[in-house]
C-alpha cells in the first residue's frame, strides 16, 4: 500500500517516468491523485477521519474518497476504484468538478476533483479510514474559514476551490 508503484509527471501531466510512492514523496516528485466529493440528497458533505495508521495526515478529517492514482491508471478509473475501496460503493455518475497543479501544500500532486451523490450506508476500510461523518456545507464553510487544524490542508484548499466554482 505505501510502495505502490506511481506515475511520475512533469508540470503538464504527461507521464515522464514510474517510482514507488515512497520515493515519490521523498523526493518530492509530481504525480497524480484524485478526490471525491461525495453528497447526500441533503446536500450534506460525507468526510472521512484518516486512519491513525497512515503515514501522512493521519487522524486528520479529508475529503470523502481520495487517492494516488497508480502506475498507467486514468483519474477517471481511480475515482471509482477509490470509492470502491475506502467507502465499498459504487455511483452511477462522477462529475468532474476541477483539477489542482501541484504545490508544495498539495503533496506536488495533479489532483482531479470528483462530485457524486450518494446517501450511504458505506463500508469503511479500516486501514483507511477511522470514521466518517455527514457535515452541512455551511457547518464546512466555518471550519475551512476558521482554518481547522483537525482538517488535512488539501481538503481546505479543495473546499475553497470547491466553493469558488459551485457560487
Same mark, same amino acid.
Given at each position: 500500500?505505501? &510502495?505502490?508503484?506511481? /506515475?511520475?509527471?512533469?508540470?503538464?501531466?504527461?507521464?515522464?517516468?514510474?517510482?514507488?510512492?515512497?520515493?515519490?514523496?521523498? &523526493?518530492?516528485?509530481?504525480?497524480? %491523485?484524485?478526490?471525491?466529493?461525495?453528497?447526500?440528497?441533503?446536500?450534506?458533505?460525507?468526510?472521512?477521519? @484518516?486512519?491513525?495508521?497512515? /503515514?501522512?495526515?493521519?487522524?486528520?478529517? !479529508?475529503?470523502?474518497?481520495?487517492?494516488?492514482? !497508480?502506475?498507467?491508471? $486514468?483519474?477517471? $478509473?481511480?475515482? #471509482? @476504484?477509490?470509492?470502491?475501496?475506502?467507502?465499498?460503493?459504487?455511483?452511477?455518475?462522477?462529475?468532474?468538478?476541477?483539477?489542482?497543479? #501541484?504545490?508544495?501544500?498539495?503533496?506536488?500532486?495533479?489532483?482531479?476533483?470528483?462530485?457524486?451523490?450518494?446517501?450511504?450506508?458505506? $463500508?469503511? %476500510? %479500516?486501514?483507511?479510514?477511522?470514521?466518517?461523518?455527514?457535515? /452541512?456545507?455551511? %457547518?464546512? /464553510?466555518?471550519?475551512?474559514?476558521?482554518?481547522?487544524?483537525?482538517?488535512?490542508?488539501?481538503?481546505?484548499?479543495?473546499?475553497?476551490?470547491?466553493?469558488?466554482?459551485? &457560487?
Amino acid at each position: 500500500m505505501h &510502495n505502490e508503484l506511481l /506515475d511520475v509527471v512533469d508540470t503538464d501531466d504527461a507521464v515522464i517516468a514510474q517510482q514507488p510512492r515512497a520515493e515519490i514523496h521523498a &523526493n518530492g516528485l509530481r504525480h497524480r %491523485a484524485v478526490h471525491i466529493l461525495v453528497f447526500n440528497d441533503q446536500e450534506q458533505l460525507f468526510l472521512q477521519k @484518516r486512519s491513525m495508521k497512515k /503515514d501522512l495526515n493521519k487522524g486528520l478529517w !479529508d475529503t470523502s474518497a481520495a487517492g494516488h492514482v !497508480d502506475a498507467g491508471e $486514468s483519474y477517471a $478509473s481511480c475515482a #471509482p @476504484r477509490e470509492l470502491q475501496e475506502e467507502l465499498g460503493v459504487s455511483v452511477d455518475s462522477l462529475e468532474v468538478l476541477f483539477k489542482l497543479e #501541484p504545490s508544495t501544500d498539495l503533496g506536488m500532486e495533479f489532483i482531479q476533483v470528483y462530485r457524486c451523490r450518494h446517501n450511504g450506508p458505506f $463500508s469503511l %476500510a %479500516a486501514e483507511e479510514i477511522d470514521e466518517g461523518r455527514w457535515l /452541512d456545507q455551511l %457547518a464546512v /464553510d466555518e471550519r475551512v474559514a476558521g482554518n481547522d487544524p483537525t482538517l488535512t490542508l488539501t481538503f481546505k484548499i479543495i473546499w475553497q476551490q470547491f466553493r469558488i466554482i459551485s &457560487n
